[in-house]
């Protein structure tokens, strides 16, 4: 019998995937879309600690972060690289220069003695390079490093790493039901071609992102989904030049901060934050979610009138977070992990939130709780020194659709 299925093949599922298969047990994933078709190829693509989260004090969750974007720059250095980051302080900016310099002193301590800590002042009298940039009323600057990925790249990567080492991946398939017992498992599915089947087996990491809750209101006998909330964040692609690096701006209609970003030689602009009552199967930007974006991006880069950044726009995206149910604002809620686990249910483990950026630490976290349930294996691979090496869009079609030999 299998000894573990994860369920959700984002960055999250081919994560636990990777860990549960090095360390030794024998692991199945299954996806009901292509990998990576949820919030894992519709995110800002950042490998950061989160600056901004310091804001709200997520000291711990910040410090993690930053281990995990060291880790990775090592891991998976054509996948996740270094980019300076800009914050321009205007003479109306609400935060001021002596506030983010604190901020990014903690940021680089935080990062514990990792070289890219370091921030600097930009010298504007010298500095060419940001005359795009609304220069009216701009008084400083601030430089510091944070890195860059894409998301289903770095996605499909981690999933061929599980999948060399034994690991099972089979997309478009859909869990429909779970009967959890105290030692097995049965999971009913549904593939894409309409076929039907089932499987027993031993422990199931339910990693289906912000439709953990609807997996689990399939679940005999009945689980309590955690309660949260639902936060979909869009993005725009514009017909513009890259930026030289990533401008870490301030709203302009409310405090939230926003990025405008290179991405594949163009101008990326993301994200916003709109709560939803209920999961959508494919979330949507909506008209104000663009104007929001589009009126920022023309407060600070006035080069272009406000239509013609309209007839720019040459793609969206959009994805959606599951945050812990609490009171306040979206942008100063805890991005902290949930796991959950019942006590009548040990072997059924739901993960709630948690950040692109620290789906290792996340792994690990699961990958304690598998223990604890299965007992220790011996392990076949360390994955905190497995190089994470792109592969091509076609991995996973057809042909390796099966395991690999384990390396
Ligand atoms: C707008 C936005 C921007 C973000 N930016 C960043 C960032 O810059 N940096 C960062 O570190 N984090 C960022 N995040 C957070 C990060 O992107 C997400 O937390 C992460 O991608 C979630 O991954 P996941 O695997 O948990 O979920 P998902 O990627 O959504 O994966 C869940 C998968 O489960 C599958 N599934 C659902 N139901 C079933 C079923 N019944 N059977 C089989 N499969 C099923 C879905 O198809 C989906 O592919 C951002 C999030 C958002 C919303």
Redesign the pocket.
């Known amino acids: 019998m299998l000894d573990v299925l994860v369920?959700?093949?984002?960055?999250?599922?081919v994560g636990v995937a990777q860990a549960a298969v090095a360390a030794g047990y024998s692991v199945a994933l299954?996806?009901?879309?292509a990998l990576?078709?949820?919030?894992?190829s519709?995110?800002?693509?950042?490998?950061?600690g989160g600056l901004r989260y310091l804001e709200s004090g997520q000291l711990t969750l910040v410090r993690r972060c930053l281990h995990a974007r060291r880790q990775l720059l090592q891991l998976a250095p054509e996948l996740v690289k270094a980019v300076p980051f800009y914050i321009p302080l205007y003479q109306d900016s609400q935060r001021g220069l002596l506030t983010l310099s604190a901020g990014l002193s903690l940021y680089g301590l935080l990062s514990q003695g990792d070289p890219l800590g370091k921030f600097t002042r930009v010298n504007l009298a010298s500095s060419e390079q940001h005359h795009l940039l609304q220069q009216q009323g701009l008084r400083h600057m601030l430089q510091y490093w944070d890195a860059q990925t894409d998301?289903k790249a770095l996605t499909m990567a981690v999933a061929a790493s599980a999948q060399q080492l034994g690991a099972e991946i089979q997309q478009y398939?859909?869990?429909t039901d779970i009967y959890h017992g105290a030692r097995v498992c049965q999971v009913r599915y549904r593939d894409s071609d309409g076929t039907l089947g089932e499987r027993r087996v031993k422990m199931i990491i339910n990693?289906?992102?912000?439709?953990a809750s609807?997996?689990l209101a399939n679940v005999t006998p009945k689980q309590m989904p955690a309660a949260m909330t639902w936060v979909q964040?869009s993005h725009l692609l514009l017909d513009i030049e890259s930026p030289v690096g990533i401008y870490y701006l301030e709203s302009r209609l409310d405090e939230r901060v926003f990025f405008v970003m290179p991405w594949k030689n163009k101008t990326l602009i993301?994200?916003t934050e709109v709560a939803l009552a209920t999961m959508p199967d494919k979330p949507q930007i909506t008209c104000e979610e663009y104007d929001y974006l589009l009126d920022n991006y023309h407060h600070y880069f006035t080069q272009y009138s406000r239509a013609e950044l309209a007839s720019l726009v040459i793609g969206n995206f959009c994805?959606?977070?599951a945050l812990p149910a609490q009171a306040g604002s979206a942008f100063s809620r805890a991005r902290e992990t949930l796991f959950v686990q019942q006590a009548n249910s040990p072997r059924l483990v739901s993960?709630y939130?948690?950040?692109?950026?620290?789906f290792m630490p996340i792994a690990q976290d699961v990958l304690a709780m598998i223990r604890a349930q299965l007992g220790e294996r011996h392990a076949i691979a360390d994955i905190n020194t497995r190089a994470i090496v792109p592969v091509a869009d076609d991995y996973f079609a057809a042909d390796n659709a099966q395991p690999h030999m384990a390396l």
């Open positions: 369920i959700g093949g984002g960055i999250t599922g299954w996806e009901r879309g990576a078709s949820g919030t894992s519709h995110s800002s693509k950042l490998i950061h998301d398939r859909q869990v990693a289906t992102g912000p439709w609807e997996l964040g993301g994200t994805g959606v977070r993960v939130g948690g950040k692109l950026t620290e």
